[in-house]
């Protein structure tokens, strides 16, 4: 048995940073992740006016409840989603003039139904080019609070922003959500904003927050679930093969998680205890039908290895992938098909047929880390796959070839 241990969660860390920031005191974050998505929003932070060190295996961040420290700031928030919609929704609910930018790749995201919501509560928020898209300006004044109505169809990362935003507006906020995917990682900032003292309630698709503000702590960053995936997927794939990974087991917050689930149907054998979830190969990878709504960033992962089983794959209620940092579908198609393998896409679908896939081939990575990182699986059966940009996982684990690497080869 090999065990693994994997870096921090990004969509942890990610949200550690905005609570810690909008905080009464000086939190301390243990084992965040650092990767260049969570480097660029601490770098954010600092030029907000928020006060951020940063040492080996924890960061501090001396909080600000009235909001950023600077009055005026150029913040670039790289390819990092988390950073170019959390950041400026912090900064609204200061005062001044607070100016976001991001790369090619984050430009062509989307965030309407996010700076919709935001102007719905009366922020002043301007976009620079295109609307709907970075760059954008916030001239803040702080926010009242109030109700509003969100579509977070695209991306359950709207509804977080907006949910971390309510304890630090004036009357506290009431959200009615029309559509939702994601929904586990809404469950991880609910969970969050209460370590952090916040009071916020469901009833039925509306979330009441409370205007308590928040109150800095010591909080420990558990590992990457999704980073895992590649891990768990590679000893499903290998038989005789195992792989453990301590801090994610039963009390785990991250939906990720659920990818083992997945693993287990297919005919792996999964272990989760309080402390640790193991996946071992059982020699048999069975081909099935699975919805992935709700762990929709591991879908890649799944893609990767389905040629491998013994029939066909079909993942459905994916249509969120289209708009991450590339349209993963149809990367995730292009890819598997110049292996030779047979793949149909739909809207929201993919479906892999057996096969054995062929090299050489170089996987056309479209600069997303989870497509290097789930085509790194493939290879494993698959001798000649290169990568057109290895270095892309540099967006939430820089170390992914080297870790990789020394799994395979550990016997």
Request: proline residues 6%; charged residues 20%; negative net charge.
């Amino acid at each position: 048995m090999t065990v693994i241990d994997i870096p921090g969660s990004k969509s942890v860390t990610a949200r550690a940073l905005f609570l810690a920031a909008a905080a009464e005191g000086t939190t301390t974050l243990l084992r965040p992740l650092v990767s260049d998505d969570t480097e660029g929003f601490a770098e954010g932070l600092a030029a907000l006016g928020y006060g951020v060190r940063r040492e080996s295996g924890a960061w501090h961040i001396e909080g600000r409840p009235a909001g950023p420290g600077a009055t005026e700031a150029d913040v670039y928030c790289r390819d990092g989603a988390t950073t170019a919609r959390f950041l400026p929704t912090l900064a609204a609910a200061g005062h001044g003039t607070y100016r976001f930018d991001a790369s090619a790749q984050m430009r062509r995201r989307p965030l309407a139904p996010l700076t919709t919501a935001l102007r719905t509560l009366g922020v002043d928020l301007r976009h620079g080019e295109r609307e709907g898209h970075h760059p954008l300006a916030v001239h803040a004044a702080g926010v009242k609070g109030g109700a509003l109505t969100l579509d977070a169809g695209q991306s359950s990362q709207y509804l977080t922003a907006l949910l971390m935003l309510g304890p630090l507006t004036a009357e506290g906020l009431d959200i009615t959500v029309t559509d939702l995917v994601s929904e586990p990682y809404v469950e991880i900032t609910l969970a969050m904003m209460r370590a952090f003292g916040a009071e916020v309630r469901q009833e039925g698709r509306t979330y009441r927050v409370a205007p308590t503000g928040y109150r800095a702590r010591t909080y420990g960053i558990e590992p990457d679930a999704s980073t895992a995936s590649y891990f768990f997927a590679a000893a499903a794939l290998r038989p005789g093969r195992s792989v453990t990974v301590p801090g994610l087991g039963t009390g785990a917050l991250q939906g990720d998680l659920a990818f083992v689930d997945v693993l287990r149907r297919m005919g792996a054998d999964v272990e989760i205890t309080e402390t640790a979830t193991t996946v071992r190969s059982t020699g048999t990878l069975r081909g099935l039908t699975v919805n992935m709504r709700d762990i929709s960033d591991t879908m890649p992962t799944l893609a990767a290895i389905a040629p491998f089983a013994d029939g066909p794959v079909r993942i459905e209620d994916v249509a969120n992938t289209r708009v991450k940092e590339c349209d993963r579908l149809d990367a995730c198609a292009e890819n598997l098909r110049r292996l030779g393998v047979t793949v149909t896409t739909g809207p929201d679908w993919i479906e892999i047929q057996p096969g054995t896939p062929a090299g050489p081939v170089e996987i056309a990575t479209h600069g997303d880390h989870r497509i290097v990182m789930s085509f790194a699986v493939t290879a494993l059966r698959t001798p000649g796959i290169t990568f057109d940009d290895p270095g892309c996982v540099k967006k939430t684990f820089p170390d992914f070839h080297r870790a990789f690497g020394a799994f395979v080869h550990t016997p």
